[in-house]
Each structure stands twice: as C-alpha cells, then as structure tokens.
C-alpha cells in the first residue's frame, strides 16, 4: 500500500497457532533495493516435563476420593496452574476432557469419579493442562 509521503506499507500477516516455540526466536528480514529491516520474534513455549499422577490407581465410582496432582512442570514464565479433568469415554472426540477443576495456581486437588469405559475394563482416562503465566499450554 502507497502512503501519502511516497513510503509503502508492508503487512506480513502470520495465522494464529502457526508458529511453534522454541528457543531460538523467529527472524523476518524485509529487503527493498539497497534498504532492509529485521525484526526478530520469540514464540512463547508451553510447560513441558511434567506429568499428572492419580492415586489411587482404582476405585469404585461415585464413592473413592481420587487425589490428582501435577509434578515436575517446567516453563519460565511463571507461575504455572493446572486444569483437571477426565476424557469422556463416550464422547465423539478423543480430545474432549471433560473438567474437573477450572485452572488454578494449585498442582493438585481431590475428586470423586464417574464410571469408566465397560467395554475398556472400566478405564477412565484423567489429564491435565499446564498453563504459563501468558496461557500457553500443554496437555
């Protein structure tokens, strides 16, 4: 796009979740005849090395109190909080967790259950997302 002042407008339109983070940042160099411009970004990463353990490993649903807790996360930007929830075994999306506990700044909490999946031994399965003070998260 043309300016009044004869100057033209460059736009570099990146889609959203289309880059990934890591530690080295993202550099864009825009060059016009003998003239250039950088501008170097750094893509926030998500909490890693963690994981969720939930004790005990069986129960009787509606009745065991379940503890859930979040251990060895990492991330520099902090602090981190944690989101608990199940996967609905009946659910037409293999990525739907159902909630237990909105995010929170606690790495662990205590809930009872519903039944598991029959035709997988009665298997619930529990995760957790780990978020970064600038929301980034991991599941």
């Not at 950088?38 to 353990?53: A, D, F, Q, T």
């Not at 490993?57 to 944690?82: C, H, K, M």
Request: charged share 15%.
């Amino acid at each position: 796009t043309s300016l009044p002042n004869g100057n033209h407008l460059v736009k570099l339109i990146i889609p959203a979740n289309s880059l990934i983070g890591r530690s080295m940042p993202y550099t864009f160099v825009l060059s016009s005849g003998q003239s250039s411009s950088m501008v170097s970004v750094k893509v926030n990463e998500p909490p890693s090395s963690g994981k969720l353990i939930v004790s005990p490993r069986n129960g009787t649903e509606l009745d065991t109190i379940f503890s859930f807790t979040a251990v060895q996360w990492y991330d520099v930007d902090l602090p981190l909080s944690y989101q608990f929830g199940y996967f609905k075994w009946n659910s037409k999306s293999t990525s739907e967790m159902e909630v237990l506990r909105l995010r929170s700044e606690s790495s662990y909490d205590y809930r009872i259950l519903p039944a598991g999946n029959p035709s997988s031994n009665n298997e619930l399965k529990c995760g957790l997302l780990a978020y970064d003070s600038l929301l980034a998260s991991s599941l």
